[in-house]
Nanobody, 124 residues
Framework: QVQLVESGGGSVQAGGSLRLSCTVS????????MGWFRQAPGKERAGVAT???????SYPDSVKGRFTISRDNAKNTLYLEMNSLKPEDTAMYYC??????????????????WGQGTQVTVSS
């Protein structure tokens, strides 16, 4: 059974930093595309970062230069380092997985497996 469990969310002031983690089990983690998504109340779920099995990453302009996605295949763990946080980054953050070793996408509908989410709140 595939399981993804996020941790590391919390409350921080604008300009601060947080690191999210996502521990995965139940599949060959190293061969999967992994992504981080976020959803604020009343808004659609949006992609903030993806990483493929080779470590290639992609980000939307809204977080580029502030967020960094990484993966530790030996620990079956995905990370999202978030710096220079803004109030508009406030949302529930989810990790997601898809069996696709090369091309990954920021489209939430493409992913097969999801974690339960971790809340990030940024105050001004």
């Amino acid at each position: 059974q595939v399981q993804l469990v996020e941790s590391g969310g919390g409350s921080v002031q604008a300009g601060g930093s947080l690191r999210l983690s996502c521990t995965v089990s139940g599949y060959t983690y190293s061969t999967y595309c992994m992504g981080w998504f976020r959803q604020a109340p009343g808004k659609e779920r949006a992609g903030v970062a993806t990483i493929n099995s080779a470590g290639s990453t992609s980000y939307p302009d809204s977080v580029k230069g502030r967020f960094t996605i990484s993966r530790d295949n030996a620990k079956n763990t995905l990370y999202l380092e978030m710096n220079s946080l803004k109030p508009e980054d406030t949302a529930m953050y989810y990790c997601a997985a898809k069996a696709a070793p090369v091309n990954c996408y920021l489209d939430s509908s493409w992913y097969s497996y999801w974690g339960q989410g971790t809340q990030v709140t940024v105050s001004s």
